[in-house]
């Protein structure tokens, strides 16, 4: 049998813990997922019943039966959870609801995503410093806003930059479920990569953290395209003097576009740390040439792995790159 289908069957059963019609909502989860059916699935719990989008019902029954998600309860039409011991699940009735971080940031529960959230909030694997006021950080890859308003939180302000337009407006809904970090937040809906043009860009569903003009998406979006130095003159171009911060930060996470923007060396130079999960698995290339470029204008620069996927593949094509130049803190 199917390692997959074995799997599935497995998290199916572990379900009837979670919901009394769990067979039902199985079902109708397998028609929507074959593209049978495009309707929501009703789940009941303990006499309370909640429309879920199927995509939320299917993060609810994996973190479940993977154990990351404890202490289900089911009461006055509110379904609520804790992921990893740390963050809370809320779900209304309506399907409507929030994931709460150890940090009290809230994201929408479109950005269920167990593996970003968890190397966002637990993992850690952002992490630059506790205090990160006068921080300026283009962050680029931007996802749903999740390292936008963690930075946000630590006081940095942040260029959010995302290409796909369904993560970016996400990511617009994100920061408006945190008001006080929203003044500290500019989003910006552009891929950047090798040249201002005009790209197509994949992507396998409407939140997807994998989508890239590198990847092999079952569908595609034509999006603007701009160079890092183009970005960075539309930076300035709103009013945000870059001088006037005392650190400034390039945060990478494109799949793949980190091998264009390192031929801005005179863009590069503008930053104090560099910091790139890098994908050279999509471009058959390895972290050597991004290093090596850092290395000889002044960084200082630590190879890490942040999961399991890239210590399976190799941390020669998948990793983190934390470049450092003229700034005595953490290297992560």
Not at 65 to 88: F, H, Q, R, V, W
Not at 147 to 173: C, D, H, Q
Not at 225 to 233: A, G, N, P, R, V
Request: hydrophobic residues 40%; glycine residues 6%; neutral net charge.
């Amino acid at each position: 049998m199917n390692i997959n289908i074995f799997r599935s069957l497995k998290v199916l059963i572990a379900s009837k813990d979670l919901f009394d019609n769990w067979l039902q909502a199985g079902i109708k989860y397998f028609l929507w997922k074959h593209g049978v059916s495009k309707s929501d699935i009703l789940v009941k719990c303990k006499n309370n019943a909640f429309t879920l989008n199927p995509k939320i019902y299917s993060s609810v029954v994996i973190t479940y039966y993977d154990k990351y998600l404890e202490n289900i309860s089911c009461y006055y039409n509110t379904l609520k959870g804790k992921l990893s011991g740390a963050i809370d699940l809320v779900i209304s009735s309506d399907g409507r609801g929030f994931l709460k971080m150890p940090d009290d940031v809230m994201v929408s529960l479109e950005s269920f995503d167990h593996t970003v959230i968890s190397e966002t909030w637990l993992y850690d694997i952002h992490f630059l410093g506790f205090d990160l006021t006068d921080y300026l950080i283009i962050d680029v890859g931007a996802f749903v806003g999740d390292t936008a308003l963690y930075y946000a939180k630590r006081g940095a302000f942040v260029i959010a930059v995302e290409p796909l337009p369904s993560n970016y407006e996400v990511m617009l809904r994100n920061i408006e479920l945190n008001p006080d970090l929203k003044p500290r937040i500019i989003p910006i809906n552009v891929a950047i990569g090798a040249k201002d043009d005009i790209i197509e860009f994949s992507y396998d569903s409407s939140v997807d953290g994998s989508a890239g003009i590198y990847s092999r998406g079952r569908f595609k979006v034509r999006v603007r395209q701009m160079k890092l130095s183009t970005l960075i003159k539309e930076i300035v171009k709103r009013g945000i003097n870059l001088d006037s911060y005392k650190i400034k930060v390039l945060k990478m996470d494109c799949k793949g576009c980190e091998y264009d923007v390192i031929n801005e060396i005179d863009m590069l130079k503008l930053f104090d740390i560099i910091k790139v999960e890098y994908s050279g698995y999509l471009r058959d290339k390895t972290y050597h040439e991004l290093k090596k470029t850092l290395e000889d204008i002044g960084f200082k620069c630590r190879v890490w792995a942040h999961n399991e996927y890239a210590l399976r593949i190799g941390l020669d094509r998948h990793g983190m790159l934390t470049c450092v130049k003229n700034y005595e803190g953490l290297i992560r």
